[in-house]
């Protein structure tokens, strides 16, 4: 029996909903870091107050560039370009292909997808820890149209990896 083959309508994420993500995923898998170095830095000042300043640095020369750096290796990825570009994507059992604006197209496999998040307003399938593709749930020509491809799409494509 032949899979349907789901066709969204043409959809883009704004590089900052993007880059949310990428940080608010960055930030919970890297929380504890960032509080030892707060913990470890408010008990030095109490010993010496030159500790804060050491303190503002790291808040304003550290962080900025941890920003920099999630955007530059991870934002700009060929993969998470993917999503902020306006495409219209089909999906059926080999994966995610993308038909971009310029005639161009990108298939994403399901074997390259290692988890997928589905919130109210997103679906992201994650390439790797910090690479990811967002689709939003609006982009589907209907609510059946998503249900379909989470039950008889998605599903056994996972289902087949165990």
Known sequence: MAEKTIVTQPCKVSPMHYFGRLLRTWLYRNWAWLALIVVLLVMLSVHN???????????FLVFPLILYYLWFVYAL????????????????????TCRFEDDRTE??????VTD?????????FYLSKYVFFILPCDSFESPDDLEYFLKKIL????????
């Open 107 to 112: 298939t994403i496999a399901w074997s390259r």
């Open 116 to 124: 997928v998040q589905h919130s109210s307003s997103d679906l992201i």
């Open 77 to 96: 990825h060929p993969d998470c370009r993917a999503s902020i570009l306006t495409k219209q994507v089909e999906l059926d059992e080999r994966g995610i």
């Open 49 to 59: 107050p030159l500790f804060i300043y050491v303190g503002l640095m790291v808040v």
């Open 155 to 162: 599903e056994p494509a996972f289902r087949n990896r165990k």
